[in-house]
């Protein structure tokens, strides 16, 4: 059983970990492209309004990623738990 629960922790780990990667290279995919806007008009004001809306929304990203990562760290913490537990549980045999 514990092994099954570690298992599930460490897929779930790796799901988020993933997930958070998908995020960060589509936010910085965001900035670029608005960057580019920005240039390619010429450091136009709409497109420096868009820009600034795109950065906003990107920091609002980048603050769930933390989120993320702290759920990543408990899912280690509970496999670190089922590890012990399991050690115990070896060592009373």
């Known amino acids: 059983m514990a092994v099954a629960d570690e298992q599930a922790y460490q897929e779930m780990m790796e799901t988020l970990e993933t997930l958070m990667n998908q995020i960060n290279e589509t936010c910085d995919a ?31 990203i980048a603050e769930n990623t933390e989120k993320i990562q702290k759920v990543i760290k408990y899912l280690q913490e509970q496999i670190e738990k089922i590890v012990k537990t399991r050690e115990k549980m070896n060592s009373n045999d």
């Open 30 to 60: 965001m900035r670029s492209a608005a960057a580019d806007c920005v240039d390619n008009t010429e450091d136009d004001a709409n497109a420096q309004t868009a820009a600034s809306k795109i950065d906003k929304s990107v920091n609002v």
